[in-house]
């Protein structure tokens, strides 16, 4: 299990949020460390298609990270949307794309899922473009 590093209220991120084995948890390993995130196939199968496509890979040349914003003064402590303020800029989220050089990559269905909620994990669209919520997205 991945130490914490950091936790509370005042934390964009979760940390130290691990599952248990068969749980459908990836790792996505950066040069800062990796981040484990729980696929849910009920919710996203298409999207889970996809990455167990990359996992199959080994290496997701072209993935990146590349646009993080903080929650500014439109979310509070918690991550929770402050009443009648505007969703940003900034936005709070980490963006990147998923998208490996040199395989092209289909369009996902457009899938219903839960809110985008602080920890969640979203498409840009049909993707390949992502994001990380660091905050409730109502």
């Known amino acids: 299990a991945p130490a914490v590093i950091a936790r509370g209220d005042d934390v964009m991120w979760t940390s130290g949020l691990v599952f248990g084995k068969a749980q459908g948890i990836v ?14 196939p009920d919710c996203a199968p298409r999207s889970v298609d996809y990455f167990i496509e990359l996992l199959s890979l080994r290496n ?8 993080a914003e903080g929650r500014g003064n439109f979310w509070d402590a918690k991550g929770d949307h402050i009443k009648n303020a505007a969703f940003g800029p900034p936005y709070a989220l980490l963006q990147g794309t998923l998208e490996v ?4 990559f289909k369009e996902i269905v457009k899938e219903g899922c839960l809110a985008v909620r602080r920890g969640s994990v979203a498409w840009v669209g049909s993707g390949p473009e992502f994001l990380i ?3 409730d997205h109502g």
């Open 27 to 40: 790792g996505l390993e950066t040069n800062l460390g990796t981040l484990h995130v729980q696929l849910l």
């Open 60 to 67: 997701c040349a072209g993935c990146r990270f590349y646009r």
């Open 101 to 104: 050089d040199g395989v092209g």
């Open 133 to 135: 919520s660091l905050a």
